[in-house]
Nanobody
Framework: QVQLVESGGGLVQAGGSLRLSCTAS???????LGWFRQAPGKEREFVAA????????SYADSLKGRFTISRDNAKNTVSLQMNSLKPEDTAIYYC???????????????WGQGTQVTVSS
């Protein structure tokens, strides 16, 4: 079992930045940690993922260059630095854990409760 708790969401103006964090507990050894997001009326989509050792990182193509994922295994945390935010980045952001490094939503076994990010124009 893995428990995930996100924090750091909020309201920001377009062009601003936010940093999301996710604290993992339980059986986190060798897990890939990822971020997904879900906007109103849309499917949950992949944002970024980082492997246990940090040697493999993936981003959604549309977000590459603006978002940066990182993890600190000593603190069991994964972070998502989001820069140059746009109104279309507004969504609930979820942290998730998988035994595989994957972009596929259905391959993540554990999910956090989500944190709201709202970007105003």
């Amino acid at each position: 079992q893995v428990q995930l708790v996100e924090s750091g969401g909020g309201l920001v103006q377009a062009g601003g930045s936010l940093r999301l964090s996710c604290t993992a507990s339980g059986r986190t050894f060798t897990t890939t940690l990822g971020w997904f997001r879900q906007a109103p009326g849309k499917e949950r989509e992949f944002v970024a993922a980082i492997s246990w050792g940090g040697e493999t990182i993936s981003y959604a193509d549309s977000l590459k260059g603006r978002f940066t994922i990182s993890r600190d295994n000593a603190k069991n945390t994964v972070s998502l630095q989001m820069n140059s935010l746009k109104p279309e980045d507004t969504a609930i952001y979820y942290c998730a854990a998988s035994t595989l490094h994957t972009r596929r939503r259905d391959m993540y076994d554990y999910w956090g409760q989500g944190t709201q990010v709202t970007v105003s124009s």
